[in-house]
Nanobody, 114 residues
Framework: QVQLVESGGGLVQPGGSLRLSCVAS????????MGWYRQAPEKQRELVAT???????YYGDSVKGRFTISRDSAKNTLYLQMNSLKPEDTAVYYC????????WGQGTQVTVSS
């Protein structure tokens, strides 16, 4: 089992920044990839960004150039730096890890509004 706990969400004005964190615990040695998804009200869950154990990254088109995913293996922590935030980035952001199957965190709310 892998446990994931997100933090860092909140209310921010358009154009602002936030950094999300996700701490992994449990059978973390089996993790082969991690990432972030988000889900806005009445919308499907959307892939935001992923990072492999080798450091390769992938970003959804809507966040390219604005968001950066990174991973600190020593701290078992995944990050998502979000810059130039827009109202359409408002959603619950979920951390996930893949270790033979996907594991999900509980989600953290990000609201972009003036």
């Amino acid at each position: 089992q892998v446990q994931l706990v997100e933090s860092g969400g909140g209310l921010v004005q358009p154009g602002g920044s936030l950094r999300l964190s996700c701490v992994a615990s449990g059978r973390i040695f089996g993790i082969t990839g991690m990432g972030w998804y988000r889900q806005a009200p009445e919308k499907q869950r959307e892939l935001v960004a992923t990072i492999s154990n080798g450091g390769g990254t992938y970003y959804g088109d809507s966040v390219k150039g604005r968001f950066t995913i990174s991973r600190d293996s020593a701290k078992n922590t995944l990050y998502l730096q979000m810059n130039s935030l827009k109202p359409e980035d408002t959603a619950v952001y979920y951390c996930y890890a893949y270790a033979l199957r996907p594991y999900w965190g509980q989600g953290t709310q990000v609201t972009v509004s003036s």
